[in-house]
Nanobody, 114 residues
Framework: QVQLVESGGGLVQPGGSLRLSCAAS????????MGWYRQAPGKQRELVAR???????NYADSVKGRFTISRDNAKMTVYLQMNSLKSEDTAVYYC????????WGQGTQVTVSS
């Protein structure tokens, strides 16, 4: 079994920054890809960014140049640094671990509003 615990969400003004963290525990291996997805009200869940065990990253076009994903394999933790936040970034952000059948965190709310 795998547990994913996210933290770092909240309310921020446009142009501000937030850093999300996701700690994985249980039967986890650092060679699996981990990622961040988001779901805004009335929309489908979409990929934000993901990172392989070796550190290869890819991003949604909408966040390129503003968001940075990273991971600490020793801590089995993945991070999402979000800068220059926009109102359209408002969503529930979910951490995902690709091992086994795939696992999801419980989600953390990010609200960008003045």
């Amino acid at each position: 079994q795998v547990q994913l615990v996210e933290s770092g969400g909240g309310l921020v003004q446009p142009g501000g920054s937030l850093r999300l963290s996701c700690a994985a525990s249980g039967r986890v291996f650092n060679f699996y890809t981990m990622g961040w997805y988001r779901q805004a009200p009335g929309k489908q869940r979409e990929l934000v960014a993901r990172i392989t065990g070796g550190g290869i990253t890819n991003y949604a076009d909408s966040v390129k140049g503003r968001f940075t994903i990273s991971r600490d394999n020793a801590k089995m933790t993945v991070y999402l640094q979000m800068n220059s936040l926009k109102s359209e970034d408002t969503a529930v952000y979910y951490c995902q671990y690709s091992g086994g059948s795939g696992y999801w965190g419980q989600g953390t709310q990010v609200t960008v509003s003045s």
